[in-house]
């Protein structure tokens, strides 16, 4: 991937000015409201946080009614939403290290019936402000139940609780971090000012991981930050994706894959590296199956590799893909698993025969730059950059498809624990919110009473 030098200044970073332009298009946006709704000024309003929120914010009950789920007033704008969305496809610009491979891609995908709605609407919150740090890093949003989501912006991992509409700072990286409990390899001077690339978050565990290779690790049920180190001093060290896991060993490790080439394992009771596997190219992702014996392994390579855990031995080249991987997942069968490429494919591979994968699959405007599958491994999501989010029917083998568009940058996708929410964190300078959308399931008793 694109070396750490270069990533500030294609940096995605919301600038002040940004937001003082939201704030002052927001207020005007009340003015209007009001005097459209009351007749009158502004003043009396009870509270015009309050208000801003209730008009910004889409609920599922506002959007049967016809509001657009991001609250952008099309019957205000000189272009239908229809056109713009034609405008975008035909004008985005998918970032490529392998020139055309796109096209390429294009002739080897399939169609896939779309339609499918698995996943309805629920809300759009623009109090919550996703922001992307790196252009090809998109794993920013987890969600650790259905109500609890943790997503990063600007400095700061930020929890939303969808039940009390409550936002909340978690750990702010723009100042000093330092760790508060002693352990071998800790720095226990810390760090200043970390640009955060990667998150995870699992039951009570979040790592974080960092634009020159820093790495902090913290439990969300106590204060501070427990471990803090830098993995490496090459030159070119982002952190670019880290997995949460139990081991087989017992307790949990997390992985963490570099842009030195390497993947690290670390156990989250010590905090120490049990194993550090070595690659000849840049590692963008990696995912560890589910009886923790296999790894997918890609990066800065048209191939991926399927990997012995314990040794990092290559057991399979995954051969096809046309450019960069930057996303990967398992299925729970441990079976299965998926690729996501800068060639605007995903692909889904099944390790009894690696020989060609058993769906390719293909976005609309740009790179697949994150794949989760649900735990019940019914569904598999694959996000593009921007604008769209995919939700597969794995029953239907990927056959058929639920499209989410919307428009923006994603900095994350994350379904929860249970699969009853889907959260998709949406970068933008004037629409920048976080979506949320519920399992649909066939009997609704709520149905009856909107």
């Known amino acids: 991937m694109h070396s750490s030098n270069e990533g500030p200044s294609m940096s995605n970073q919301v600038d002040e000015v940004a937001?003082?332009?939201?704030?002052?298009?927001?207020?005007?946006?009340?003015?209007?409201?009001?005097?459209?709704?009351?007749?009158?000024?502004?003043?009396?309003?009870?509270d015009a946080y309050d208000m801003l929120t209730k008009i910004t914010d889409t609920s599922a009950m506002q959007a049967r009614k016809g509001k657009d789920i991001q609250g952008i007033p099309w019957e205000r704008l000189n272009i239908t939403r229809d056109n713009y969305r034609l405008t975008r496809i035909q004008q985005y610009k998918n970032y490529v290290n392998v020139p055309v491979s796109g096209d390429v891609a294009d002739k080897d995908y399939k169609e896939v019936e779309k339609g499918a709605n698995y996943y309805d609407f629920f809300y759009n919150t623009r109090v919550v402000k996703p922001t992307i740090l790196h252009f090809q890093l998109r794993n920013l949003v987890w969600a650790t139940s259905k109500h609890d989501v943790y997503l990063m912006s600007n400095y700061s991992v930020m929890h939303w609780s969808s039940l009390t509409f409550n936002l909340k700072e978690i750990l702010n990286f723009a100042g000093h971090v330092q760790p508060t409990e002693k352990h071998a390899g800790n720095l226990l001077e810390?760090?200043?000012?970390?640009?955060?690339?990667?998150?995870?978050?699992?039951?009570n565990f979040l790592v974080a991981g960092g634009f020159q290779g820093e790495i902090f690790c913290k439990h969300l049920d106590r204060k501070g930050v427990s471990f803090c180190t830098r993995t490496t001093y090459d030159d070119n060290a982002i952190t670019n994706a880290v997995e949460i896991y139990d081991s087989l060993r017992g307790g949990m490790h997390f992985m963490a894959a570099n842009n030195d080439c390497s993947i690290r394992e670390y156990d989250l009771e010590r905090f120490q590296v049990v194993n550090h596997l070595r690659y000849p190219w840049p590692v963008n992702h990696a995912s560890i199956s589910p009886d923790r014996r296999l790894t997918v392994v890609v990066g800065d390579h048209l191939d991926g590799l399927l990997v012995d855990t314990q040794n990092g031995k290559s057991i399979a080249k995954l051969t096809g893909h046309q450019d960069y991987s930057f996303a990967s997942a398992w299925h729970p069968d441990g079976r299965v698993f998926a690729t996501g490429n800068q060639d605007k494919t995903c692909r889904v591979w099944d390790i009894r025969n690696l020989k060609s994968p058993i769906a390719s699959l293909k976005g609309n405007l740009g790179a697949i730059r994150s794949i989760k599958f649900s735990s019940d491994g019914q569904f598999m999501v694959m996000a593009e950059p921007a604008d769209f989010v995919h939700v597969y029917s794995t029953k239907a083998d990927y056959n058929k498809q639920q499209e989410i568009d919307f428009f923006g940058e994603i900095s994350g996708v994350s379904l929860s624990p249970d699969d009853e929410s889907l959260y998709v964190g949406i970068w933008d300078r004037t629409y920048a919110s976080l979506l949320q959308y519920n399992r649909r399931h066939t009997y609704r008793y709520l149905d009856s009473f909107l």
């Open 190 to 203: 810390g760090f200043t000012q970390t640009q955060i690339s990667t998150l995870a978050i699992k039951d």
């Open 19 to 46: 937001y003082m332009a939201e704030e002052r298009d927001a207020a005007d946006f009340i003015d209007e409201m009001d005097e459209e709704n009351n007749g009158r000024a502004g003043g009396d309003v009870p």
